[in-house]
């Protein structure tokens, strides 16, 4: 699987508490009225079925759960951000190196200028653990 660093929202980053990704994606934008806000023109997500590679990269200790969300919003900030996936709470025991969360495309949805992803730590902050997160061309599957 090939990986492009300028499309990862996580390389190895270190998730030991509630965090935004690393990086965000700038989706690029529709020519709009003046002062109106910027839309795009199509949703990148469902039937487009662009790969949404979600990795687990070093075993996470301590936490009871990882959940993982898909956000767009029209600001860089985040400050309204719209969940347009999840993978649910992913228990401790399975975020192990290797672990591909259930979040394979970008999701219907994804219709805002940009986009992030966000980890919410369930229990006890977390004292190990990695992710990788990023568009990818296609998703391993043999193994």
């Known amino acids: 699987m090939l990986l492009d660093a300028q499309a990862l929202f996580s390389d190895d980053q270190a998730i030991t508490a509630t965090a935004a990704s690393t990086n965000y994606m700038n989706l690029g934008d529709t020519l709009t009225v003046p002062g109106a806000p910027a839309a795009l023109s199509r949703d990148l997500g469902g039937a487009n079925n662009i790969a949404l590679l979600v990795q687990v990269t070093e075993d996470f200790a301590?936490?009871?759960s990882l959940t993982v969300t898909v956000q767009v919003d029209d600001n860089s900030s985040f400050s309204s951000p719209k969940t347009v996936s999840t993978t649910g709470a992913v228990v401790a025991a399975d975020l192990?190196?290797?672990?591909?969360?259930?979040?394979?495309?970008i999701p219907t949805g994804a219709d805002e200028q940009y986009m992030r992803?966000?980890?919410t730590v369930g229990g006890s902050s977390a004292t190990a653990g990695t992710i990788t997160a990023g568009i990818v061309t296609g998703i391993q599957t043999n193994g």
Do not use: D, P
Not at 96 to 105: C, D, E, H, L, N
């Open 117 to 119: 992803v966000y980890y």
């Open 62 to 64: 301590t936490l009871t």
């Open 96 to 105: 192990v190196a290797g672990k591909k969360m259930s979040i394979s495309i």
